[in-house]
């Protein structure tokens, strides 16, 4: 259904980033199923960490809640993910290693633009995403409050930890390591490094319980060593890594209150939210617990905490069995219609 539909191309002139560079980005999305008249069924579902439009098909279905026939969906390209404006896709002084930090608020206000100016949409119905999608989510719950029906971030923060921060320094290191990265000038892709780069995500990204229990034999893979051969060591080859890099320094930088409207009064723009909001993280998500989002809870006025009880690790909330895939259909079902 995705690989259906035609991406269309945003162009943000003179766009002025949280840092106070101004920049001319493409921000590419795709919209398709059904506005109605009122445009009161809009759902938005940006894109995640090394992911594009193209991955976004999981919870999109005839038979899922989130049914093109009945809603009008919409799926904007993070930046830097080689689709919309990224390190590897522009031209000049800002290509590769030069090209300017873009946070998640950039991405949302990016976004809001797109929205307001090219579709005359004012209200989203459900916002939704994984991970880094999952951020964004928040971030529109927060700084446009009066937007948003309702939100569900899946293994996502409001704001990246500490903990968060060091991991993705590790994989941010083990990429650059590659002989041939050159500051970000290579001439031909540093796989290496991102093979080593990959190879320490693995462990973080499935968690003890995926491996204890064996999950892998479902997959096709007969050990822990096919997993890495077969799946991660090139998984980030069709990646660009200067893409790669910047996409960790838009994570490493998410914060919802680290803006002019809350100046870092975290608990204030937490206390912002007044859509509908399901945190759901994956139980023994190794990057994203359920105990970070406990905490956010505290101050988001009407939220609710709903863990995934899987064994995927951070690909719980990418619906990878169908347990998982159930259980997060089942909380969009619900918070579509309360």
Known sequence: MINKQELKNFELKNF????????????????????????????????RYAGTHLEQG???????????????????????????????????????????????????????????KTLDIEKIKLVIGWSMGGQQALQWASYFPDSIESAISMCGHAKTTGHTYVFLEGVYAALISDPNWNKGNYESQPNQGKTTMARVWAGWAHGQNWFREKHYLSNGFKNPKEVLDKLWNKIYYQRDANDLLAMIRTWQEHDISNNELYQNDFSKALNSISAKTILMPGHNDLYFPPEDNEIELKDIPNGELRIIPSDYGHYAGAGKSKEDLDFINKAISEILVN
């Open 16 to 47: 002025k980033l949280k840092s106070g560079t101004t920049i001319d980005l493409d921000l590419k999305y795709l919209a398709f199923g059904n506005l109605n008249e009122d445009k009161s069924n809009v759902i938005l579902y940006p894109t």
């Open 58 to 116: 999981n919870i999109i279905n005839d038979n899922f809640p989130i049914n093109p026939n009945d809603y009008f969906i919409i799926i904007p390209n993070m930046f830097c993910n080689g689709v919309s404006s990224s390190p590897s896709n522009v031209n000049g002084e800002i290509k590769g290693p030069n090209f300017p930090l873009i946070t998640i608020y950039d991405n949302v206000k990016a976004q809001k633009i797109l929205l307001e």
